[in-house]
Every structure is written in structure tokens, then in C-alpha cells.
């Protein structure tokens, strides 16, 4: 199984300024996603990260907004641009194992924005 | 991509066997029918996983009918450790060729002592 870390676990940011989230993963992986949780809501995937190449954006979600890097294959960031106190989620990395057609996921990043 | 429908919410004493259905009626022939448990402050982690039939792992079984349009999550003997949103995932995970995973409203299990 892949252990995915996660940084910063969690930060309170004030509206207008931009966060950058960290993901770093135990083993090589293609595919890396971000996702992002509501409060109380399910998850929601915000796109999906490809070593090499630049991120798909699914409905909803702009690069301007959240741009994303995945220099290699352990590794991503998600910023979070010109934040709202909308904003306030938990985002979550996920990396798929083939292997096992399953996601693992990391512990998420509690943002608060004021 | 095969939408799932769950009960919102479930309560069950210690003890007992907790039984989640979901709902798949779109399923594609390639889709895996993927369950995972969730708790605050914490990413989904993956419980179980199965095409058709049974499946049985040392924590859940996995229950899918032949016309897999749907599936059952069964929990034996719960705990309050157990207290979770678990949610039904279907889809395909494939390097080669990913197809993305929705995951639905998931569903809220509280345990009561």
C-alpha cells in the first residue's frame, strides 16, 4: 500500500492570499488526484495529476484557481489561489494502485480561511 | 460514470451486524464495486472490493447479486471504533486508461453504546 503525507495537515489563511499544499508519496505512482471536501459533504475531485503532463481540470475547477505540479512521480502540489472563505475545505491526495484497483489517500489539508 | 445512492445515515447498537446497501443501476461491465470508511480528520481508506458475488476480508463482506445493480456492505459485530461515513464507489482504476471514480453522499454510521 502507498503511504501519502500530506503538508500542511492544517492552516488558517486570511481571504486573498494563496496556499500551497504538498503531497509526497512512498513509491512511484502515475496518477495523483486532488480532491476536495466540504464541510459535511462528500468528497469532490478537483483534477487529476499526470507526472509529465498538465492537469486535467474537472466542472468547476480552474487551473488560474488551482494550479497544480507534479515535477515527478512521488510528488504534487495544489495551490489554492486568491482564497474566499469559500474555500474553507479539506483537500485530499489520492494516488491510485493499479495493482489493487483501490485509491489511497492522504490525511488532508483542514483549510480555514477568514 | 455509474451514480450510487445510499441511505444518509444508519445507527446500530455494539454488536450487531451492520448491513449498508447501495444502489448502482448503471454499472458498466468493466466497473469494481469499491467500498471505503472514512472518520473525522482523516482520508478515506479502502475496506473492500469485489466484481461479483461474495467477497470477505478480516474487517467487512461484500455482497453483490448477479445482476450487480447493487451491493451490500456488512459489517460484523460493530464497535463504537466502527462510527464512520462509509461510502460505494464504482469504476475502473486503470494506469493505462483511468476512468474517474464519484464518490456519492456516502453513509453516516453512528454506533451507540
Known amino acids: 500500500s502507498a503511504v501519502i503525507s500530506q503538508k500542511p495537515s492544517r492552516d488558517i489563511c486570511q481571504r486573498g492570499t494563496s496556499l500551497t499544499i504538498q503531497c509526497q508519496v512512498d513509491?512511484?505512482?502515475?496518477?495523483m488526484f486532488w480532491y476536495r471536501q466540504q464541510p459535511g459533504q462528500s468528497l469532490t475531485l478537483i483534477a487529476t495529476?499526470?507526472?509529465?503532463?498538465?492537469?486535467?481540470?474537472e466542472s468547476g475547477f480552474v487551473i488560474d484557481k488551482f494550479p497544480i505540479s507534479r515535477p515527478n512521480l512521488t510528488f504534487s502540489t495544489l495551490t489554492v489561489s486568491n482564497m474566499s472563505p469559500e474555500d474553507s475545505s479539506i483537500y485530499l491526495c489520492?494516488?491510485?494502485?493499479?495493482?489493487?484497483?483501490?485509491?489511497?489517500f492522504g490525511s488532508g489539508t483542514q483549510l480555514s480561511v477568514l | 460514470l455509474a451514480k450510487t445512492t445510499q441511505p444518509i445515515s444508519m445507527d446500530s447498537y455494539e454488536g450487531q451486524e451492520v448491513n449498508i446497501t447501495c444502489s448502482h443501476n448503471n454499472i458498466a461491465t468493466n466497473d469494481y464495486i469499491t467500498w471505503y470508511q472514512q472518520f473525522p480528520s482523516q482520508g478515506p481508506r479502502f475496506i473492500i472490493q469485489g466484481y461479483k458475488t461474495k467477497v470477505t476480508n478480516e474487517v467487512a463482506s461484500l455482497f453483490i447479486p448477479a445482476d450487480r445493480k447493487s451491493s451490500t456492505l456488512s459489517l460484523p459485530r460493530v464497535s463504537l471504533s466502527d462510527t464512520a461515513v462509509y461510502y460505494c464507489?464504482?469504476?475502473?482504476?486503470?494506469?493505462?486508461?483511468?476512468?474517474?471514480?464519484?464518490f456519492g453522499t456516502g453513509t453516516k454510521l453512528q454506533v451507540i453504546p
Open positions: 489520492s494516488v491510485e494502485d493499479a495493482a489493487y484497483e483501490k485509491l489511497f
Open positions: 464507489l464504482v469504476g475502473v482504476l486503470n494506469s493505462g486508461g483511468y476512468q474517474k471514480v464519484t
Open positions: 513509491s512511484q505512482v502515475t496518477m
Open positions: 495529476a499526470n507526472q509529465g503532463s498538465e492537469a486535467t481540470y
